[in-house]
């Protein structure tokens, strides 16, 4: 063990606590550092590690039909802590895995406190340790000294808010009503465009002022920027103005009327490399989930959508990650300082946890045998993921996503539609399997 150098974590959080686990078993020294309780955030109430701080639900445990569930279900075959957690502490709640959140965290602080490999220490950091490897796992609302150091490192390339338009796969997009264009045939058909007439405009735009919105949270406030408003404050300010501005139709011509120009146009844009996934251009929102789902589905092309991820605007703090990290989470510029967590651009508990894994492993990888060998597939959930946050996204802006089937390469095979989720977990699970196998790092001992 004198051999190895220390890993130094920062943040105990779902990703922190799920990293430290994977090297603490392999026998690895940790220095997993929080802050919590001495100074503690405006979303959490405890000092314990991975801290639920919003529902008490890990979503679907299906691994067949959702993408979440594929997720969990590699997450064991990975040993994760926190489905070990899960398990201990899982409560009925249908389909779903939800847990006793407070006897979930309280476990895993057990676990990571009294661990032979770990040093668990209550401090907060203004900055990383000068020297060895460190994971910066400190989540969303990392404390204001670390988030002006990042500033400084990283400029531009840190958010300190999400404004999350949603996404739609493409293969639930109804194209007798929509069609391919840009404005003025500028850049060939990069755009997905949903027609409504004056009618529809009015109806939509009405929908927008009177929908349920989710209220901010405290220290949530003030977060507007005119280059960036949720669709309903720009609706408010008249009820022309989103003709104007992201509804804009001009330049556009509906070959299903003839090359009529529409009254009013939603615009879809290509969001991944893959081309499955297609957001709604300028439609961040705070209308809340089951709102936006109602009212985005009276827009034609888009009454069967499936919503790969929904409308938000909160406060976040993030990194861009496709630009900043290299395929194993390390800052290009830095290579001594990996991510994980949701400052990588995951969303969700889940994501969260299984980014810290990944993490884990790698540094687990680096220290043992100062290399770094193939990242997972991404045929897996765990590959498609990672591929996203570090590759994946496409555009001028990079925004945080939860795991969804649109992020997996498509089978190699025609697959009826109805069949096809299964089959993509299935493969995902095969192919995680064989990348387990071929890792020569898990040949060494475990604790």
Known sequence: MSTLPTIHIIGAGLAGSEAAWQLARRQIPVRLYEMRPERT???????DCAELVCSNSLRSDDASRNAVGLLHQEMRLLDSLIMQAAAHHRLPAGGALAVDRAGFSAWITEILTHHPFITFVRAEWAHPPEEGLTLLATGPLTSAPLA?????????HLSFFDALAPIVSLESI????????SRYDKGGDDYINCPLDQEQYETFVEGLLTGAQTPFKP???EIYFEGCLPIEVMAARGRETLRYGPMKPVGLNNPHQGGKTPHAVVQLRQDNRLGTLWNMVGFQTKLTWPAQQALFRTIPGLEQAEFMRLGAIHRNLFID????LDTHLRLKSHPALFFAGQMTGVEGYVESAASGLLAGLFLAELARTGQLSAVPPPTTAHGALLAHVTSGALGPTFQPMNINFGLFPDLAQRTRKTDRKAALSQRAINDLQQWIASRPLDNFPFV
């Open 41 to 47: 955030t405006p979303a959490h109430h405890t000092g």
């Open 219 to 221: 220290f949530e406030k």
């Open 321 to 324: 990650s496709p630009r900043l």
């Open 174 to 181: 109804d194209f007798a009503k929509c069609w391919k264009q």
């Open 148 to 156: 002006d150091w990042l500033a400084d490192l990283l400029g531009p």
